[in-house]
């Protein structure tokens, strides 16, 4: 594998690490306000309170550009990815933004924002200054930030959900419906870029990501801070050759500025690289593991549990080093005796992964079939 990044690089990429203050100041104004308003949106702010106390903000778009309607408009949850929030959806023109593009073609939009990012970094007793705040990994986004902003979208409009994730978002999404849960509420999801298996990750940049991380939570750091980085060279080299990205969206992404994470997030995805499985987190000690588990070593997560009826859109691209082609072709066996009529996986060989979410032509080439198998009766 050819390397990319010098030493010094990476120097400074844990340096970044190890010394940005927690707490930074990552308060613009809300997205509904930045991103959504100002394109002539209606545009509502929710908080959903999870069960371990965190209270995350949701956007919703009720009603689209035209249409004002709100009757018999299904709710649909988009979520983000890693070092992102729901602004993921929100970075091009209104034409070739997805959450724009559903809430124009009569859905429900709500946007997800997970622990830790500038709309979800409340909670009912701990402060995002307090180590005990980071303590989660995206098995909690998974088991309870997901369930409580599903149960509050159905509670909302008592109605199923269709379901968008990208990157991280399609992990969780996998790990839920493994355990048969979310299907009941679920009519179809679909899934960019789709994160499962990352035992044949091939991007250098995440790799060194991930062992710094490791690196940092030996030492005490709590929260993973995204400052300093430059999206461009961020997105291409994480992710692989964008092919169809304006400097101009990358430009909207870099003055919202990335988000949050806890390090010991990214010390989970790192045992997955390393396992080449999806587990639970280890704790490194089978006494440990035991306490947690009741077994020596984590439980697996198995994607064939996923059950066969539920609707599944799984787009992947070429050129991804996140979402590597290996990897999903492990996870596309594994689904392999889902029903014939309720998968279908989109391959785009010149795709890399945030062309998923900010290419020009995503609209046409990701978001139109998309559209087209939400509808499918």
Same mark, same amino acid.
């Given at each position: 594998?050819?390397?990319?990044?010098?030493?010094?690089?990476?120097?400074?990429?844990?340096?970044?690490?190890?010394?940005?203050?927690?707490?930074?100041?990552?308060?613009?104004?809300?997205?509904?306000?930045?991103?959504?308003?100002?394109?002539?949106?209606?545009?509502?702010?929710?908080?959903?309170?999870?069960?371990?106390?965190?209270?995350?903000?949701?956007?919703?778009?009720?009603?689209?550009?035209?249409?004002?309607? $709100?009757?018999?408009?299904?709710?649909?949850?988009?979520?983000?990815?890693?070092?992102?929030?729901?602004?993921?959806?929100?970075?091009?023109?209104?034409?070739?933004?997805?959450?724009?593009?559903?809430?124009?073609?009569?859905?429900?939009?709500?946007?997800?924002?997970?622990?830790?990012?500038?709309?979800?970094?409340?909670?009912?007793?701990?402060?995002?200054?307090?180590?005990?705040?980071?303590?989660?990994?995206?098995?909690?986004?998974?088991?309870?930030?997901?369930?409580?902003?599903?149960?509050?979208?159905?509670?909302?409009?008592?109605?199923?959900?269709?379901?968008?994730?990208?990157?991280?978002? $399609?992990?969780?999404?996998?790990?839920?419906?493994?355990?048969?849960?979310?299907?009941?509420? !679920?009519?179809?999801?679909?899934?960019?870029?789709?994160?499962?298996?990352?035992?044949?990750?091939?991007?250098?940049?995440?790799?060194?990501?991930?062992?710094?991380?490791?690196?940092?939570?030996?030492?005490?750091?709590?929260?993973?801070?995204?400052?300093?980085?430059?999206?461009?060279?961020?997105?291409?080299?994480?992710?692989?050759?964008?092919?169809?990205?304006?400097?101009?969206?990358?430009?909207? *992404?870099?003055?919202?500025?990335?988000?949050?994470?806890?390090?010991?997030?990214?010390?989970?995805?790192?045992?997955?690289?390393?396992?080449?499985?999806?587990?639970?987190?280890?704790?490194?000690?089978?006494?440990?593991?035991?306490?947690?588990?009741?077994?020596? $070593?984590?439980?697996?997560?198995?994607?064939?549990?996923?059950?066969?009826?539920?609707?599944?859109?799984? +787009?992947?691209?070429?050129?991804? !080093?996140? +979402?590597?082609?290996?990897?999903?072709?492990?996870?596309?066996?594994?689904?392999?005796?889902?029903?014939?009529?309720? *998968?279908?996986?989109?391959?785009?060989?010149?795709?890399?992964?945030?062309?998923?979410?900010?290419?020009?032509?995503?609209?046409?080439?990701?978001?139109?079939?998309?559209?087209?198998?939400?509808?499918?009766?």
């Amino acid at each position: 594998m050819r390397m990319e990044y010098t030493s010094n690089s990476l120097l400074l990429l844990l340096a970044f690490l190890l010394f940005a203050s927690a707490g930074a100041d990552n308060s613009p104004d809300s997205l509904c306000k930045s991103l959504v308003e100002t394109k002539g949106y209606v545009c509502e702010e929710h908080k959903v309170t999870t069960k371990d106390g965190y209270i995350l903000g949701v956007q919703r778009i009720p009603v689209g550009r035209t249409s004002k309607t $709100t009757a018999n408009r299904p709710p649909i949850l988009l979520q983000h990815g890693i070092l992102l929030d729901a602004a993921t959806w929100l970075l091009n023109s209104p034409n070739k933004s997805l959450a724009f593009i559903l809430a124009d073609n009569g859905f429900d939009v709500w946007l997800g924002n997970n622990r830790g990012t500038v709309s979800s970094r409340g909670h009912t007793s701990l402060s995002a200054n307090d180590p005990a705040y980071w303590d989660w990994t995206w098995e909690q986004l998974a088991g309870d930030d997901l369930p409580a902003m599903y149960d509050y979208i159905h509670f909302q409009t008592g109605q199923k959900l269709y379901y968008v994730g990208h990157s991280l978002g $399609t992990l969780l999404a996998f790990t839920a419906f493994s355990q048969e849960k979310l299907v009941n509420m !679920t009519k179809s999801a679909a899934l960019l870029g789709p994160i499962a298996y990352l035992g044949q990750l091939s991007s250098v940049l995440g790799r060194t990501i991930v062992t710094t991380a490791e690196q940092a939570y030996q030492l005490g750091v709590p929260e993973f801070i995204p400052e300093g980085l430059v999206a461009g060279k961020l997105l291409k080299g994480l992710a692989g050759p964008n092919c169809c990205i304006k400097p101009s969206t990358i430009d909207v *992404l870099s003055d919202h500025t990335f988000q949050s994470t806890s390090t010991k997030n990214f010390v989970h995805l790192s045992q997955m690289i390393r396992a080449g499985n999806i587990a639970t987190y280890d704790y490194g000690d089978e006494s440990e593991n035991k306490a947690h588990y009741g077994q020596p $070593t984590p439980p697996l997560y198995y994607m064939t549990r996923i059950p066969k009826d539920i609707p599944l859109f799984l +787009s992947y691209g070429g050129k991804d !080093t996140l +979402s590597d082609v290996n990897d999903v072709q492990l996870l596309l066996e594994n689904l392999k005796d889902h029903g014939k009529d309720k *998968l279908v996986a989109q391959y785009i060989d010149y795709y890399a992964h945030f062309d998923f979410i900010m290419a020009e032509n995503a609209n046409r080439v990701v978001y139109d079939p998309l559209l087209a198998f939400f509808m499918t009766p």
